[in-house]
Every structure is written in C-alpha cells, then in structure tokens.
C-alpha cells in the first residue's frame, strides 16, 4: 500500500511540477520567486501547485498587485522563499549524510548548517541583494535574522517528522530509493507548515518580503510598484524592509521571537533525538 502511495505521489508531484513550471512563466512575479515556486512544487508535489495557483497565479489580467496584496499570500510567498531556498541545502545535506554513514544529532546539525548556509547566503542574500542597493554585504546582513528565524522554525517542524517517518519507512535513508525522497517532501511539507507563523510574524513586521509583481517596464501605468514587494522589470527593486517600518517596533520583540525560535528548534531537535531509529 506504501508503494502505491508513493507512486501516486511521485507522478501527482511531476505533473504538478510540469504545470507550475510551464504556468508560472507568463505569471508577474519576479524570477526568484518562480523559482521558489517550482522548488516548492516539487518538494511538495501537487500541494505546491496548489499553493501557487491559489497565492500567486494572476487570476484575471492586471490584478496580481492586489491578489497578492492580502497578509496571508505575502506570508505564504515569504514562507516558500525560506523553505525553497533552506530545502536545497536541507537535502544536500541529508544525501552527503547519507554517502558519509553521518547519522542522528550528527544528521541533523549537517541539514541545518548546509540549509542556513544556502538559504542565507544564496537564496536570500545573493538572490535578493538588488533590494538592499545592489550590495551583497549589504543583503547577507540584512536578511541574516530573518533566515534565522524562519530556518529554525522550519528545522523544529522537518527533524521530527523525518525521524518519526524513518522509523516505519524501510530504506528512508538511502537516497537511491524513492522511499528516502517520500520522507524528505513530508518533512519538509511539516516544516513549512510550521514556519508559516514565523513568517507571518517576520512580514506583518516588514522584517521579510512576501510576494512581488514583476511587469515589463512598458506595461500600462496601473502596472504600478508598491512596498508590499512589487515592483517594474528594467527598474530598481524596492529597498529591503529589514527596518522596522516607520520606526515603529515589533511586537513582541525580535529578542523575544528569537528566543522563541530555538526553544521551538531545541524542542524539535529533542523530540528527532528521541524518535531516531535505532
């Protein structure tokens, strides 16, 4: 029956990516976050697709600007950049693990790192330094506490259910066997569920970005940029909230939400330790 399922979810997934890939070209968005998308799709298969066709895809002509205006989308795209980004890093490590016989707390400390390392340095800093001037020191330093926090909560969430899945799933730890990949997409489907409130918390605050419309610099004059993360193809990107807007201060506190957010990791860590198979 567990063979069917993962059957079934590997074709739901491939068709899924195929779509989004093809779709998502003529959709206003900007180019990292297409990407993120189609890493997203296939990471999660037809629940990405979903994703993108119900927070991103333009539904009429000309209304991306407002469709993804709403709090809730700009969480979800601030919460895929993360978790796309992080999930390339987040498997590397997990496949080099795997090739090395690296295993448990050892395992994990590997999946964080390269994730961080990759989501932070790459997918964020690099991807999105055009929002902080052009200057990658500029964007490393900008984005460093979001990607903190947001990877934490994603790891808290994917290091249990992957350990949990493990412990019922033969051979979820090779990664010639589709049974190794099953397990990665449900941790990481968990993981995103469980950065979303981070997110949510990180782009009321302006500390992180959501989704961004992306058109032709010739398009009409209602094709217009706005803080919420849009802006003209051919034109600077707005700057990189990474301030708090207006002067105001977040609520609760970045100290508070940091603390948070390695008791929840911590949390995470312990309960995989625990559900690690022996």
């Not at 333009?58 to 795209?77: K, V």
Request: glycine share 10%; charged share 10%; proline share 6%.
């Amino acid at each position: 029956m567990l063979d069917g399922v993962m059957l079934l979810w590997f074709l739901l997934a491939a068709a899924s990516l195929l779509f989004v890939a093809i779709d998502i070209r003529t959709t206003p968005e900007s180019p990292v976050m297409k990407w993120g998308f189609a890493l997203l799709t296939a990471y999660t298969g037809v629940i990405g697709a979903f994703l993108y066709v119900l927070g991103c895809r333009e539904p009429l002509p000309g209304t991306h600007e407002q469709y993804t205006a709403a709090r809730w989308r700009q969480t979800l795209g601030s919460t895929m950049h993360c978790v796309a980004g992080d999930g390339v890093g987040i498997l590397a490590g997990a496949v080099l693990a795997s090739v090395l016989g690296i295993t448990g707390p050892a395992e994990m400390v590997l999946e964080y790192a390269l994730g961080f390392a990759f989501g932070w340095t790459i997918f964020q800093a690099l991807f999105m330094r055009d929002m902080a001037g052009g200057s990658y020191g500029a964007a490393l330093k900008g984005t460093f506490m979001s990607e903190l926090l947001s990877m934490n909560l994603l790891m808290a969430g994917m290091m249990p259910t992957m350990m949990i899945l493990r412990r019922y799933i033969p051979s979820a730890d090779n990664p010639l066997t589709p049974n190794f990949w099953f397990v990665m997409s449900m941790s990481l489907l968990v993981g995103f569920i469980i950065a979303y409130p981070m997110n949510w918390w990180l782009v009321a605050n302006h500390l992180k970005h959501g989704m961004m419309t992306v058109r032709p610099a010739s398009a009409g004059a209602h094709d217009h940029a706005a803080m919420s993360g849009m802006a003209h193809e051919g034109s600077p990107m707005p700057p990189m909230s990474m301030s708090m807007h207006e002067g105001q201060a977040p609520r609760p506190s970045i100290a508070v939400m940091t603390v948070l957010s390695f008791v929840a990791l911590v949390a995470g860590f312990a309960l995989a330790v625990l559900q690690a198979p022996r």
